[in-house]
């Protein structure tokens, strides 16, 4: 028996003799002990091979194969989506607000003051953050700001009469994604500034601490006064002067001159500078400063002073030059 386990297991051929075949099993003969634990270490081999080969490939591939395996997880991301598409629409929400309040926010135009730079119904995009920092409105800027008392009528906004959109134009209008048609704001050009002199008279041109501006931006057919001519009238710091580009259909400063504040508006009621028509695509445009506001000498040189303030202080200097010569003299 063990002779023949171990001729199987080297594969080597045997003489036909009786001798060969003694020789080779004396030669070769080993204790019975070693010969069976040999031939159990061959069956351990082989039943752990059997255990994990094609066996156990073919489990782990069916493992794989198995619709069952796959469902739970792909249910489980479904699940994960819809828990967090409110987290995601409320971070939304929240950046929009963010934005509406410090960065950019959109206003719609409802008159025809300001043809033909804006036109009824275009949304423009205003510019909330440089005056968080300190920037205060230019020459030439459009601007949007809030009515500084008795500009327009109390009279409410119109409203759609359907619940569910006012609801939803309200939501959309407090995170900054649609105007407002609750708020009372107003958008013009601030022709000057805190410190500056505005004029004019007859049909133009308007002057701006003596120097005439050059407007192409009136409306076609206007004069530069319209029909309402001023001034001189002296800008208070801290206030500007505003006026629609169209002008014979604008109540700008010209007309509330007799209102506190003679027709100016506080600078604290600016809410930003509108630089981008944005909607509809058709009128897109940017809002530059026009060139005529770069003119040298545009600026005023010096604190507006009216001539009965200066004769008062020059009177009220006189005893201090004559006292200071007397000091000198001596």
Avoid at 90 to 106: P, R, S
């Amino acid at each position: 028996m063990g002779d023949l386990v171990i001729g199987a297991r080297s594969g080597a051929g045997e003489p036909e003799g009786a001798g060969g075949r003694t020789a080779r099993s004396a030669e070769s003969a080993e204790p019975a002990d070693s010969v069976e634990d040999t031939v159990a270490q061959s069956a351990e081999d082989q039943g752990s091979g059997a255990d994990d080969g094609p066996g156990s490939t073919a489990g782990e591939q069916a493992g794989q194969d198995t619709p069952g395996a796959v469902e739970p997880s792909r249910e489980r991301k479904q699940r994960s989506f819809w828990k967090e598409l409110p987290i995601l629409i409320g971070i939304a929400l929240i950046l929009a607000l963010v934005i509406k309040t410090f960065f950019v926010q959109a206003f719609s135009i409802p008159s025809e003051s300001m043809q033909n730079t804006l036109q009824v119904g275009d949304r423009v995009l205003v510019d909330k953050l440089t005056p968080w920092f300190g920037s205060e409105p230019e020459r030439g800027d459009v601007v949007v700001f809030h009515d500084p008392g008795g500009w327009l009528n109390d009279e409410p906004a119109p409203q759609s009469n359907n619940s569910f959109v006012r609801g939803l134009q309200d939501v959309l209008s407090f995170v900054g994604l649609m105007p407002s048609a609750n708020e009372k704001d107003l958008i013009k050009r601030v022709i000057a500034v805190g410190g500056d002199t505005v004029e004019c008279e007859g049909e133009g041109p308007v002057k701006v601490n003596g120097i005439a501006l050059d407007e192409p931006y009136v409306f076609p057919g206007n004069t530069p006064c319209g029909t309402k001519q001023f001034g001189p009238v002296h800008v208070p710091d801290g206030r500007i002067w505003v006026m629609g580009d169209h002008r014979g259909d604008s109540l700008d400063s010209r007309y509330h001159m007799d209102q506190p504040g003679g027709g100016t508006v506080p600078v604290s009621d600016v809410v930003g500078r509108a630089f981008v028509v944005a909607w509809p695509l058709g009128h897109w445009a940017t809002l530059p400063v026009p060139d005529t506001f770069d003119q040298k000498g545009l600026a005023a040189l010096a604190p507006y002073t009216p001539p009965a303030a200066g004769a008062v202080g020059a009177v009220g200097m006189l005893p201090l030059v004559r006292w200071m010569r007397r000091r000198r003299d001596s």
